[in-house]
């Protein structure tokens, strides 16, 4: 549109990002431009730990046009992820011309007249570039969230967040509490029990987890997307899909419960010097805190945009919840139900379709 340098900004070159942009071409939205945070392509899977198997991680869904095992020609459930998905998502930028810009470090998007300018910095140097709409797919690995406690300042110990986890070597001979329902926190659990030499670990998280031993079915999938929708769509911030789910109980988690690997004890209350204490007078002394306790979106460079409700989400609208309400020329990836790999694909093509129609082009 007139005054601006590119139809729409794509923040953000994972999977959700590039789904986006691959879209944007079938849509005929051809003046884009596709910015991302890291070095190289791969997102945040090249940061996860070492050990992280795709069989183990939350499997990455095949981006549309080239599955990951058509582009690596080989069964990908025994390889890391923090390799195979950033060769997987460089090749794919490859086979579709996909132009990804990198590093570029948004720092933040503000209004103009034009629509958005967005300022950044890349190659050591200020800039700004002016969008007509917006794609944000910057996802949470940058938001680690760890949970406010009375004492945790003053834990003379080791803490870390699932973000800082790099193998369970780090914890030979050391007293692990992980803390956290989610998957990661039962799979460090699990690896840490098993493979660290003369570790001892313990379990809590604010709610009992739950095991699911049947299979994830299609009408459970949609019930966890839904319930995720129908609050960002009043304006609230979403919940994780495993709180609808539960855990699914595989060999691995079934062996490791007849181990004793499982115990779960409820939330502690406080944090001292030497470990953490219940209200009942309990206490634990451990040498490690590991936070298993999920991400946050990563937004602060849309503050300016005052998108925030009072409710501490963005209420969002459209056909699959990925349009901001407040103004239909910023389309949210990776924010509520489009947050699963699973669901990346299918917002992304809602998203260019979005921005599409907007331009007129549909």
């Not at 923040?11 to 003046?31: C, E, I, N, P, T």
């Not at 062996?255 to 939330?267: N, S, V």
């Not at 009072?310 to 990925?322: N, P, S």
């Not at 407040?326 to 990776?334: E, F, K, T």
């Amino acid at each position: 549109m007139a005054g601006a340098d590119v139809d729409v900004a794509v923040l953000g070159a994972g999977q959700a990002g590039l789904s986006g942009a691959y879209y944007l071409v079938k849509f005929g939205v051809d003046r884009s431009l596709i910015v991302d945070h890291y070095e190289r392509p791969g997102g945040a899977w090249q940061h996860r730990w070492p050990t992280l198997t795709l069989a183990t991680a939350n499997r990455v869904h095949d981006l549309p046009g080239l599955g990951i095992v058509e582009a690596l020609g080989t069964d990908c459930d025994a390889l890391p992820a923090a390799s195979a998905v950033p060769e997987y998502f460089g090749q794919y930028e490859d086979k579709f011309g996909i132009e990804v810009q990198r590093p570029v470090h948004v720092r933040r998007v503000r209004p103009d007249p034009a629509g958005f300018a967005i300022d950044h910095v890349r190659d050591g140097r200020d800039a700004t570039v002016i969008a007509s709409t917006l794609i944000n797919a910057t996802g949470t690995w940058d938001r680690p969230f760890i949970p406010f406690f009375a004492g945790r300042n003053t834990f003379r110990g080791t803490q870390l967040h699932t973000h800082d986890y790099r193998g369970p070597a780090d914890f030979a001979g050391r007293r692990v509490l992980v803390v956290g329902a989610g998957i990661s926190a039962v799979q460090l659990l699990i690896e840490i029990g098993r493979e660290a030499p003369g570790a001892q670990t313990f379990w809590c998280s604010r709610r009992e987890p739950v095991f699911d031993p049947g299979p994830f079915s299609p009408e459970r999938g949609r019930e966890a997307v839904a319930r995720v929708e129908r609050r960002v769509r009043a304006g609230l911030p979403p919940t994780s899909v495993v709180s609808v789910t539960g855990l699914p109980e595989n060999d691995s988690i079934r062996a490791a419960r007849r181990d004793g690997l499982l115990r779960w004890r409820p939330m502690f209350t406080a944090i001292d010097a030497d470990g953490v204490t219940w209200d009942t007078g309990e206490r634990l002394d451990v040498d490690v805190l590991l936070w298993c306790t999920g991400f946050r979106s990563s937004l602060d460079h849309l503050g300016p945009l005052h998108l925030r409700e009072a409710g501490g989400g963005i209420t969002m609208t459209g056909r699959l919840a990925t349009t901001v309400a407040a103004d239909h020329r910023i389309q949210l990836l990776g924010y509520g139900p489009s947050a699963s790999t699973i669901g990346a694909n299918r917002a992304g093509r809602e998203a260019a379709r979005n921005v599409a129609e907007y331009l007129g082009l549909t």
